[in-house]
């Protein structure tokens, strides 16, 4: 057991986007968008996440609602199959959280690191509430 408690502890930081208080997009949704993308396919998207379709074409339904445009285009069957693939504005939603979440934790970074806390977690998470435009 670890007998240094300054140590142990650890700070986290969520991260998510809202539109009018309602979840646009997380890391959850950002892996659906991904995995999307990677399989080409939305019910393989969800085996590989190991999550039901259902909770997909929800996800996918909302933010799509809460943006007013189409995340994710999809095709049925034929010859080839059918598939799914992220429009430009899903592949533009990724980005800016990308660079949202990159953005904060390296904020946050710099002052736990003055307190003198050492080797932050690359996953780390920080809970905290901020609207986009205020200071």
């Given at each position: 057991m670890n007998d240094n408690k300054?140590?142990?502890?650890s700070?986290?930081?969520?991260?998510?986007l809202e539109i009018d208080g309602l979840?646009?997009?997380?890391?959850?949704r950002m892996a659906m968008l991904n995995a999307i993308d990677e399989n080409g396919s939305i019910i393989e998207a969800a085996r590989s996440l190991g999550i039901p379709y259902r909770k997909i074409r929800g996800a996918i339904s909302a933010m799509e609602k809460s943006v007013g445009k189409a995340?994710?285009?999809?095709h049925r069957g034929g010859g080839h199959g059918g598939g799914?693939?992220?429009?430009?504005?899903a592949h533009?939603?990724?980005k800016e959280y990308l660079e949202v979440t990159r953005s904060?934790?390296?904020?946050?970074?710099v002052p736990l690191q003055s307190m003198g806390v050492k080797n932050l977690p690359p996953n780390g998470r920080i809970c905290h509430s901020v609207k986009m435009g205020e200071q």
């Open positions: 300054d140590e142990r502890w700070v986290r930081l969520k991260i998510w979840p646009l997009m997380g890391e959850g995340l994710v285009k999809t799914a693939h992220l429009t430009a504005k533009e939603l990724v904060f934790h390296q904020e946050a970074s």
